[in-house]
């Protein structure tokens, strides 16, 4: 029934605060409306009825169970809008009773000192100025100066008092004041800091704590900063890392090793140390000089192991360039115990960079970009476009260039029928932009069924691979026991997608070509076979290759041949569910707890097998992790003198730390990054740059006339758990055989030749 509704954009003269948390929908004659959080779509009842829902009012509609607390608040305050309209009133009155004691107070006291805080008092000046409007009391009460009060009520003292005044707006708890917004604008344009600081877990706790200062308190001062203040910020840092190194004696960990390529040239390899208790930072070296020396990388690697401990670390991940390959194997042979990785979200980068390459899927990338090049470069169109939408937009970043050409063509298909009704709305055709080359041709691929049905199958055949890059980056879960099977159903869907094998083999070379080392991996083998839910689901016998790659682990991992034989007995027990492992509690926590902790509360009967899943299943399969901007790591490898190089490396082993546990408290709710950012220019490029031909006798250009964009937006179509999507059952062996056959064809060319 809803593929019959038709989208309408509400209109900015829709002042109610619930209309920005509802979409609009016309369904022949009748309007209807849907709930942004929980999809309750309402046929009656109007805005009001809605209100009622996300506030919770029982009686004319049910109650929203996803609407945030602070939304929730708000509604009720708008319902109760008469007590809250008296309650503003009384505060006014107040306010301005104040305002005349702390403005006589002042006459009386100009320019002398406080007794009780120190602080100079300046006098009232006659003319007041915007930022000399208002007097903050000792209690962090904002007070607007009695000289307004004397200007009457006509149009320009409103106009003034919009001006000077404490705008806030009642969040729960929190209030919005635009003074403070303003003060934190200025300084972080001053400084040149990158926009998305204020998303930092650390923003607002710093703001709390000057807020709550005592008046006067003084700022710290940069020989602070760079003196006790880095001091101690490095022996926090320190005993956060203890807390969690100390958890690898039990789950093991991973080095991960990052190589960022500078402006300058330079080289750089990033070392960090991933467990399921988080991510630790090391250190940084400049390998420009020997990057290309698979010796000298090997010793490098080496030499962090030794550094780590090489009887916790179970794998080293690099990227899979011909130098890592070679020095990552030497690895392995200097520690038996160990194994050398590939990183699994570069692998699948390069699989999608290669889809795009295909003649039919580039030239949809590049008519989909025509439309969006159009749209973010004119602020009339993206403005409408943004109504229709209702404020999500259509491109937006993600990890790669390459994932984000897919999850952009994506977000067009979730976002088509809005675009339709924009297209052939009368907004539109009264627009003078629908005349112009970009909105004709916008025109026409919108309304083209065959584009779209290009879009809907490139999706289609990339969701997959997109849902595994996410879980190898996921900051949720380890990927260790998952990304086998989504790598199988990346397979599966594309072969249920084109049928036909002639055509479903391409993709499927694609994949195993770079995905070749990952396939018989013994840990992604044994990842799977000791993840409950995938082992559990096998409707006949495991592959020869996950049982395989299972006992390699099981003879490299535990070094004790005695031990060893216990875990094969162990198997045993695990594969015929003996024990607590068959109680109804464990079957139903096989898709319920992550792998590890089901092993850690079911596997207490095979104590072996359980160390050794636990170890396994606790790990990553790639090296995202650090943000490259903001972090000074070239001014650390150019610095000559010994005690400056010194403090640059703990400000970076600071820096580099905080930002690895932010990521682990990263809110949903932190605002997307904007597609037409200096942040965003790397990936995003392609999708926004200006062309010239779309731009002719344009005067629409300037950014200020962009709308503001909604608190709350909401894509149409709800994204569910991914790991819901992953499913059970892996019966089809031609996926698992078809890697093995490519190995085998490789080895008879390599024979040939």
Partial sequence: MTSNLEPIPITSQKHDPAWKHCQMFKNGERVHLKCIYCGKIFKGGGIHRIKEHLAGHKGNASTCLRVPSDVRLIMQESLDGVVVKKRKKQKIAEEITNVN????????????????????????????????SLL???????????????RGKGKSSAAEANALSVNTVGLGTKRVNNNVHMAIGRFLFDIGAPLDAVNSVYFQPMVDAIVSG?????????NDLQGWILKKSVEEVKSDNDKITAAWVRTGCSILVNQWNTQTGRILLNFLVYCPEGTVFLKSVDASSVINSSDALYELLKQVVEEVGFKHVLQVITNGDEQYIVAGRRLAETFPTLYWTPCAAYCIDLILEDFAKLEWINTIIEQARSITRFIYNNSVVLNMVRRYTFGNDIVEPVVTPSATNFAILTRMVDLKNNLQAMVTSQEWIDCPYSKKPGGLEMLDLVSNQSFWSSCVLISRLTNPLLRVLRMVGSKKRPAMGYVSAGMYRAKETIKKE?????????????????????????????????NPRFFYSMEGDMPNEMLSGMLDCVEKLV??????????????????????????MAVRAR??????????????????????????????CSTLGLKQNGIHFEKLHE???????????DLIFVQCNLQLRQRAYESKQQDSMQPMS???????????????????????????????????TMLLRPSGDELEELGAGFDDYEIFNSAKEGDEENAEDNVVS
């Fill in 639 to 649: 610095t000559r003198n010994c005690l400056e190089h010194q403090r640059l490396r």
């Fill in 214 to 222: 005592v008046s006067g308190t003084l700022m710290p001062s940069r």
């Fill in 101 to 132: 004691q702390v403005s006589s107070e002042i006459d009386g006291f100009s320019n002398q000192v406080d007794p009780d805080t120190g602080l100079h008092i300046i006098g009232e000046p006659d003319t007041l100025e915007p930022s000399s």
């Fill in 678 to 712: 200096f942040e965003a220019a790397t990936i995003l490029e392609d999708w926004v740059m200006r062309i010239d031909t779309f731009l002719e006798d344009d005067t629409d250009l300037d950014w200020k006339a962009l709308d503001a964009l909604p608190v709350n």
């Fill in 136 to 150: 903050v009391s000792p209690e962090g009460t904002s007070n607007v100066s009695g000289e307004r009060r004397k």
């Fill in 559 to 584: 070094p004790d041949v005695k031990v060893q034989d216990k875990i094969s007995k162990e198997i045993n027990s695990y594969k015929n569910a003996v024990g607590d492992f068959g109680r109804k």
């Fill in 498 to 530: 084109l049928v036909k094998r002639d055509e479903y083999i391409v993709y499927w070379n694609t994949i195993d070509h770079w995905w070749k080392q990952q396939w018989h991996h013994p840990l992604y083998a044994a990842g799977f076979y000791l």
């Fill in 591 to 620: 898709d319920t707890l992550l792998p590890a902790e089901w092993w850690s509360t079911y596997g207490g009967s095979c104590p072996n097998l359980a160390r050794l899943a636990i170890r396994v299943l606790s790990q990553t």
